[in-house]
């Protein structure tokens, strides 16, 4: 198949191309002002999602069988202050996609965030529960996602990928690069951390990629696949992992400016859906956190 | 024609039912739990916008002929606590009038505050001008207006209306209130207020509902038309009129709730598109605030 990726210069998008060229589709990617650095059989294209003719001039040229969409803004901190910008990407961009897209399957990348605050006793989250939006990101994948499924997309609410390549803005590439720091010396055994207590369900961003993958040849129409583990694990968890993978010797000191004004405290996906497309997780959370930090070491 | 009005019992539900009456229409409205006191030929449905047989119900007992969809959460202030109500009700409840309505004229209301913050030499604003939502509010109704357009509905994006009715959570009814009280004795002559510095374009809700009315019977399918005066004025611009109406004599003070996390200093609109539809402001904003008065001081 003839996939486009658009942010395929993202954390996701990468490794998404990587695995669908793997599997023998032929890929096309597009990417804003940071070119990826993709080796390999992939054509790539300079497109903005609010410029409608420089994403209809790239849909002439790849002539997609299929679109995963994953380009947006994707932090929640951040959208408190930045609204207008996540409304315009998150909201008109996925409407301006799936306009150049018409006819053809898209898969558009959502977020567990529009879940909400949900008591941890009608968890794990089904589908067919009702969005409850509490942050300006998650409002924006929330409304991103009527567009969608009413044009026949299908919708992925990815839960927490992990792996190399995700920004530092994220909690877990923080502490990698912080750990980085510690273990070259070049800053004091104590690790900046936010709320440790979130629980949050993580998955390999391979195992994640193979999900979008999944539901792009075997999904249905207009329907929403939860991608997650069905696994909660505190962010705690994940961190006493990290160090352990590094070997270093931290202790940790908790930083006002790492809170959010809403900090959903759990977060866990319910994946039969998905699961019943014939995928599941196939690495540990080990592999991904070693993988992170070797990739954290190697840029340090 | 045959008009639904959502969100009858509302400011300017009310208000428009009684117009559209007078203008020989047969109206029939909706409304959940409070019931309008609406006297004369108005047929009223209880109905719940995030219950979709309860909309469909209703409609097949008035099979509207056109349908003005008022309902919704409307306090910017309010919106940054009740994100995920404000998501529900505004983008899930404007979807489900929409499936209701599906092949009938739709007016939806929406509102000035999705244009964000916009420097004073490009207002007036236009509404082909890209939305830049400021607030939770904001953006709600702008991701509805991207259903509702989507849909072939029309949308009136409604600048301030001014009249008796409104919530005292708004500033001028609040205002009102206050002065009532201080009229009253009840009080001492000392008003709590917010930013008066900010600057709206007001309108008397009796111009708004002719506006409305104008929309649905004479606009286009899957336009926006702003509703305003063309004319901005502060809100201490306001209350110096109020206060005057009143003959109070009182001094303000400052109150740290009032403001807002982002008030927008300057909304202005251009209004020749829906004056191209043979619409104009007929009442003065004097007018307007003699009935506000009036009718605070008769409830307190």
């Not at 195992?207 to 696949?225: K, M, P, Q």
């Not at 996906?269 to 991904?288: C, K």
């Amino acid at each position: 198949m003839r996939v486009l990726i658009t942010g395929v210069s993202g954390f996701v998008g990468v490794r998404l191309a990587r695995r669908l060229i793997a599997s023998g589709h032929q890929v096309a990617g597009t990417y804003i002002r940071d070119r990826p650095e993709l080796e390999g059989d992939i054509e790539l294209h300079e497109a903005e999602l609010l410029d409608p003719p420089s994403l209809e001039a790239t849909f002439r040229k790849v002539l997609p069988e299929g679109v995963i969409h994953l380009a947006g803004l994707a932090h929640v901190g951040e959208s408190w202050q930045r609204m207008h910008e996540y409304f315009q990407v998150n909201v008109l961009g996925t409407e301006n996609l799936l306009n150049a897209a018409a006819g053809i399957p898209v898969v558009v990348a959502s977020s567990a965030e529009v879940y909400g605050l949900v008591p941890e006793e009608e968890q794990p989250l089904a589908e067919d529960r009702p969005v409850a939006p509490q942050s300006p990101y998650a409002l924006t994948k929330a409304a991103a996602e009527r567009i969608a499924l009413a044009a026949g997309a299908r919708v992925v609410r990815s839960f927490n990928l992990v792996g190399p390549g995700q920004s530092a803005a994220f909690a877990l590439p923080s502490f990698a690069r912080q750990l980085a720091a510690i273990v070259a010396g070049r800053h004091a055994a104590v690790l900046a951390v936010g709320n440790l207590d979130a629980r949050r369900d993580f998955l390999h961003v391979d195992d994640g990629v193979e999900g979008y993958e999944r539901v792009l040849v075997s999904g249905a129409e207009g329907e929403v696949y939860n991608l997650g583990s069905g696994r909660a694990r505190s962010i705690r968890e994940m961190l006493d992992l990290l160090v352990e993978v590094s070997g270093a010797k931290v202790s940790t000191r908790v930083d006002a400016d790492r809170w959010r004004p809403v900090d959903l405290p759990l977060l866990r996906a319910d994946a039969a859906r998905i699961s019943r497309l014939g995928w599941a997780p196939r690495r540990t959370m080990r592999e991904a956190l070693e993988e992170l930090w070797a990739a954290a070491r190697s840029s340090s």
